[in-house]
C-alpha cells in the first residue's frame, strides 16, 4: 500500500514542484520532487487575469447544475427499472436501450448536430445537459435498488404507499450512500471536462475552467510589450504554466473528496453487481 501511495502521489509532487520552479530549471528538466529557482509566476499569471474568476464561477455553476440535475434522474430512472417485470413490463427493452447507448454513440459530428439543432449553441444547457444521464451510474444505483430487502416494499404497499411514497421515504433515505457515490463521479467529470465547452461555447463569458485553462499559452510579442513586460512574461514557460494549470484543477476537487470519502467505498460496494 506504500508503495502504491508513492506511486499516486509521485507525480502530483512532481508537478507541483515544476509549478513552482523558474523556467530554465524546468525546461532544462532539472526538477524532480523539489521546486528550483522557487517562483510563484505560472500562478501569477493564472490568477491575475479575470477571465479565469470568470471561467470558474461558470464551471461551479455547471457542476451544480449537472450535479443536482443527474441526481433527480439517475433516481427516478434507477427505481422503475429495478422493479419486477409483473411491475414494470417495459422494464427490458428500457434496460437493453439505455445500455445499447452506454456502448454505442453516434459520434461526435451528429452529437454536435443534435445540440446545434436544439438551440442549445452557445449556452449553458450546451454543457450540462449532454451530461445528465450517465448509465454506468444509473447501473449502480439499480443494483443498490435490488438490493433493499423486499419485505420492506411489501410492508409499505400493504400499508397504503404508493411508488412515489416508496421511493421518496423508503428508498432515497436508504440510498444516499451510492447516490453520494455517483454524485462524486459526476462532480469530478464534470468539473474535468473541457471538449463541450470547446466545441459548443464561443463566448468567452460562458467558457468553463478547463476550457479556458486550454486555451492559455505563453506568447511574447515584443513589438507590443514593454521592457518590464517582456522581462515578467520570460520568467514562465508552458512547461510551468501547465503544470500549474494541473494543480489549479484539482483544488476543488481535493477540497470536496473528504466530506464524500465515507461514502465512497460503502457506496460503491452497495451498488457492485450482487449474485
Known amino acids: 500500500m506504500l508503495v502504491v501511495m508513492l506511486l499516486s502521489i509521485g507525480p502530483m509532487l512532481h508537478t507541483l514542484a515544476v509549478s513552482l520552479s523558474s523556467q530554465a530549471k524546468a525546461e532544462a528538466g532539472l526538477v524532480s520532487f523539489w521546486p528550483r529557482g522557487l517562483t510563484y509566476e505560472s500562478y501569477h499569471s493564472i490568477l491575475k487575469d479575470s477571465q479565469f474568476f470568470r471561467s470558474s464561477w461558470v464551471s461551479v455553476q455547471r457542476v451544480l447544475w449537472t450535479t443536482g440535475l443527474s441526481f433527480i434522474v439517475t433516481l427516478l430512472l434507477a427505481f422503475p427499472l429495478s422493479r419486477e417485470t409483473r411491475q414494470f413490463p417495459l422494464r427490458n427493452p428500457f434496460m437493453w436501450l439505455l445500455v445499447f447507448c452506454m456502448l454505442f454513440n453516434g459520434g461526435l459530428v451528429p452529437f454536435y448536430i443534435v445540440v446545434n439543432d436544439l438551440g ?8 450540462v445537459l449532454p451530461s445528465v444521464v450517465n448509465v454506468f451510474n444509473t447501473i449502480l444505483v439499480i443494483n443498490f435498488f435490488r438490493g433493499v430487502p423486499k419485505e420492506l416494499h411489501e410492508s409499505a404497499s400493504i400499508d397504503g404507499a404508493n411508488p412515489w411514497q416508496q421511493l421518496f421515504r423508503i428508498y432515497l433515505p436508504l440510498s444516499l450512500p451510492v447516490l453520494a457515490t455517483v454524485s462524486l463521479f459526476v462532480i469530478v467529470t464534470t468539473w474535468n471536462e473541457y471538449l463541450h465547452g470547446l466545441i ?20 511574447i510579442d515584443p513589438s507590443h510589450m514593454t521592457s518590464e513586460e ?7 514557460s508552458n512547461t510551468t504554466l501547465n503544470a500549474a494549470k494541473i494543480i489549479v484543477s484539482l483544488v476543488p476537487i481535493v477540497a470536496i473528496y473528504p466530506f464524500l470519502q465515507r461514502y465512497f467505498i460503502h457506496g460503491i460496494m452497495l451498488g457492485s453487481v450482487k449474485e
Do not use: H, N
Open 230 to 236: 517582456i522581462i515578467e512574461a520570460s520568467k514562465v
Open 200 to 219: 459548443f461555447i464561443r463566448d468567452p463569458e460562458k467558457m468553463p475552467l478547463q476550457t479556458y485553462l486550454q486555451s492559455i499559452f505563453i506568447k
Open 120 to 127: 442549445l449553441y452557445d449556452k449553458m444547457a450546451a454543457l
